[in-house]
């Protein structure tokens, strides 16, 4: 029987990032991970295949609409969707690949099989028990169904089966205009797909800032999607490989059905922690079945830690990611910290989205005094000349101090842009300090210091 100073169970961005900090500390290090590869959700069936599949789509969408304009002459090309999946798949196994190779160069053990927790201390793994003086959960998420709706992954999908369609279906229905949804509907739209998205709310994109959202919606709306919001879906009926999806508008309670060829159910996530018998060892959960822990990712029982979607927070990779490191700093004695009003949120649909911090709702409704710097890139030269002039840049400052407090970006590379703002909140950093700070040109970064100009005396290229 073998023994660790940390076990880790699941290899996912916190799993595997929370691994290689602790053997990168000195620790005996093993992770437990029951799929034929590594990187957990993000990796797999997530973050990465969608990437590949977004900007496949996206280089379609470039060839269809602006290569003509460029002097780009000859047919648009057509789709092979086989090859498609095949590069998606590829991009997959290079990444999950270099999970393995990070492994073996930390000299971290990869305990194959799916773990349970049978005693403090302890983790087993099919018939093998091994010790552990410090056990980190961090397995994740699973999609999250409404009730009344049975997945198949073939008609009816989570964003699992919206990654492997043995074709691109005619129409498709999104059920949640959250990130999943939107993303892979983007993606269907560029391939032909109909794609209506039917959401329960009344905006798109929940906890977003709202003008950001209005914007958002109608840009897709623009790019072919169909919205239908402020509807209840009621259950989704599958015959003749066709899916009719019965949902009740609640302002007026009236009744109304649509059939497509493919559902996908994009209704959020929630933590899997399956098999792991949290009950027997009397591991606290939330209301909502996150495992409880204190400010140091600890349980109520000592020796055993939760990280990432499993606990409260953003089910984000990047937040997984740093209290992976946060929480073997604190199994190695230091005293780390994470800040949470600096995490920030993409969408990576074109234009992508990103945001950090406060919107104008909280803000107001924590009655804060603020100001508002925007800067549109239609001002923006690089963006003009790339055929990306919408969208804008959205700074919040505080109205006496100029401290920056949220920002909120929809245009082109918007999911990098958002992180030199994210780094001058972390310092505290007011808008002038973005605002005479020199930015190379032509960049789409201008646009940040432009809006960040607009929060003082005025933008100069609007």
């Given at each position: 029987m073998s023994s660790y100073d940390v076990i880790v169970i699941g290899a996912g961005p916190g799993g595997y990032v929370s691994a290689i900090r602790c053997a990168q500390l000195g620790m005996k290090v093993a992770v437990v991970e029951g799929r034929e590869t590594l990187g957990g959700t993000c990796l797999n069936v997530g973050c990465i295949p969608s990437k590949a599949l977004l900007h496949a789509t996206h280089m379609l969408h470039e060839a269809e609409h602006n290569?003509?304009?460029?002097?780009?002459?000859?047919?648009?090309?057509?789709?092979?969707?086989?090859?498609?999946?095949?590069?998606?798949?590829?991009?997959?196994?290079?990444?999950?690949?270099?999970?393995?190779?990070?492994?073996?160069?930390?000299?971290?053990?990869?305990?194959?099989?799916?773990?349970?927790?049978?005693?403090?201390?302890?983790?087993?793994?099919?018939?093998?028990?091994?010790?552990?003086?410090?056990?980190?959960?961090?397995?994740?998420?699973?999609?999250?169904?409404?009730?009344?709706?049975?997945?198949?992954?073939?008609?009816?999908?989570?964003?699992?089966?919206?990654?492997?369609?043995?074709?691109?279906?005619?129409?498709?229905?999104?059920?949640?205009?959250?990130?999943?949804?939107?993303?892979?509907?983007?993606?269907?739209?560029?391939?032909?797909?109909?794609?209506?998205?039917?959401?329960?709310?009344?905006?798109?994109?929940?906890?977003?800032?709202?003008?950001?959202?209005?914007?958002?919606?109608?840009?897709?709306?623009?790019?072919?999607?169909?919205?239908?919001?402020?509807?209840?879906?009621?259950?989704?009926?599958?015959?003749?490989?066709?899916?009719?999806?019965?949902?009740?508008?609640?302002?007026?309670?009236?009744?109304?059905?649509?059939?497509?060829?493919?559902?996908?159910?994009?209704?959020?996530?929630?933590?899997?922690?399956?098999?792991?018998?949290?009950?027997?060892?009397?591991?606290?959960?939330?209301?909502?079945?996150?495992?409880?822990?204190?400010?140091?990712?600890?349980?109520?029982?000592?020796?055993?830690?939760?990280?990432?979607?499993?606990?409260?927070?953003?089910?984000?990779?990047?937040?997984?990611?740093?209290?992976?490191?946060a929480v073997a700093e604190v199994i190695a004695g230091q005293k780390p910290h994470v800040n949470y009003g600096v995490i920030p949120g993409v969408i990576y649909t074109h234009p992508e989205v990103s945001n950090v911090g406060e919107t104008e709702e909280t803000l107001k409704a924590a009655g804060r005094a603020y100001k508002v710097g925007k800067f549109p890139f239609l001002g923006n030269a690089r963006a003009k000349a790339n055929f990306a002039g919408d969208g804008f840049v959205k700074l919040l400052v505080d109205a006496q101090t100029d401290r920056i407090l949220g920002a909120h970006i929809i245009g082109p590379m918007a999911g990098d842009l958002i992180h030199e703002i994210c780094v001058a909140m972390e310092f505290g950093a007011a808008a002038e300090d973005i605002a005479r700070t020199c930015h190379a040109h032509p960049t789409y970064s201008e646009a940040v210091r432009e809006a960040a100009l607009a929060c003082g005396d005025g933008a100069i290229h609007v």
């Open positions: 290569f003509a304009e460029m002097g780009l002459k000859g047919k648009a090309p057509s789709v092979d969707w086989k090859q498609m999946i095949s590069y998606k798949e590829k991009t997959v196994g290079q990444n999950t690949g270099g999970i393995e190779f990070l492994f073996k160069k930390n000299k971290i053990d990869w305990l194959k099989g799916w773990g349970s927790i049978p005693a403090a201390g302890k983790v087993k793994v099919g018939d093998d028990v091994y010790d552990a003086k410090n056990i980190i959960i961090a397995s994740g998420s699973e999609a999250s169904v409404l009730p009344g709706i049975e997945v198949d992954e073939k008609t009816v999908v989570t964003s699992t089966g919206a990654l492997t369609l043995p074709k691109v279906p005619k129409s498709l229905v999104v059920i949640g205009a959250g990130v999943i949804g939107l993303e892979l509907g983007s993606v269907y739209a560029r391939l032909g797909a109909e794609v209506t998205v039917i959401e329960y709310l009344d905006a798109i994109t929940p906890g977003m800032d709202a003008e950001i959202a209005r914007q958002f919606q109608k840009m897709l709306t623009k790019q072919g999607l169909k919205f239908t919001l402020g509807a209840a879906v009621q259950g989704v009926e599958v015959k003749n490989n066709k899916a009719t999806v019965s949902y009740v508008v609640r302002k007026d309670e009236s009744e109304h059905t649509i059939t497509a060829d493919t559902v996908l159910v994009a209704t959020g996530r929630k933590p899997y922690t399956t098999g792991l018998c949290l009950d027997a060892l009397g591991v606290a959960l939330t209301e909502r079945g996150q495992i409880k822990t204190d400010t140091s990712y600890a349980t109520n029982v000592p020796g055993i830690y939760a990280i990432g979607d499993t606990i409260e927070g953003p089910m984000l990779a990047h937040k997984a990611e740093d209290e992976g490191m």
